[in-house]
DNA sequence: TTAAATTAGACAAATATTGACAAGTCAAAA
DNA sequence: TTTTGACTTGTCAATATTTGTCTAATTTAA
């Protein structure tokens, strides 16, 4: 589930519409529109907004939204799993290198 | 192991100077260096006159490109782990919808 | 010290992203 | 069938970011 997709879902449960989420955003529903369709990105402080006019955690919908971004840049990828691999060693290495501070 | 320390270690075994790799890429020094150093991020194409340079294989060079660019953006979450799951968790549903072409 | 190698800073040019508007589609109500 | 409301699409100017290079340091090695 990309994070359009997840946030639609989210906004019809609510029975909300486009244009009563996207004015509490204070964008254009055409916007909010494309977020959801997946044709334009959102911002981190539209995401944030996005959470208070869910009702929905913020930090959980950040993590949706960082995922798909990821999830964007591998999927044309062969060798995602490789990557993947690399970047949780390197993830690993980074929190070793915090805790000895 | 970052990106640009990757290539730096690959340069200096082979005993290569900024200049010279920087001149085949058809790049500035200044650039190279700075790529080196991680203060500016390599362009796809520069990776790829880079592996050829170096003489090593392109394809690995880029997915450490990749997953450096992927720390890059984790590198300040809390939540790394957690969004690494969600990443991979999506990425097994594409590969699976794939095979279903 | 000198000379070569590397790095830093500043800049214009090129690219990309942004948000809005207007016009479009579509389905359901009137 | 017209109208209405919800959503979508295409386009655009404004803004922001990225790019590569130049020049001027700084570091390094002889």
Same mark, same amino acid.
């Given at each position: 589930?990309?994070?359009?997709?997840?946030?639609?879902?989210?906004?019809?449960?609510?029975?909300?519409?486009?244009?009563?989420?996207? %004015?509490?955003?204070?964008?254009?529903?055409?916007?909010? %529109?494309?977020?959801?369709?997946?044709?334009?990105?959102?911002?981190?402080?539209?995401?944030?907004?996005?959470?208070?006019?869910?009702?929905?955690?913020?930090?959980?919908?950040?993590?949706?939204?960082?995922?798909?971004?990821?999830?964007?840049?591998?999927?044309?990828? %062969?060798? %995602?799993?490789?990557?993947?691999?690399?970047?949780?060693?390197?993830?690993?290495?980074?929190?070793?290198?915090?805790?000895?501070?």
């Amino acid at each position: 589930m990309t994070f359009g997709e997840h946030i639609r879902k989210l906004r019809e449960q609510k029975q909300l519409l486009l244009r009563e989420v996207a %004015s509490q955003m204070h964008i254009d529903t055409a916007l909010l %529109s494309k977020i959801e369709r997946g044709t334009r990105i959102a911002r981190k402080e539209q995401v944030e907004a996005l959470a208070i006019a869910l009702k929905e955690n913020k930090n959980e919908l950040l993590n949706v939204w960082m995922a798909d971004k990821i999830v964007n840049m591998l999927k044309d990828e %062969s060798n %995602s799993t490789e990557i993947l691999k690399k970047v949780e060693e390197e993830i690993k290495n980074l929190t070793n290198k915090k805790q000895q501070l």
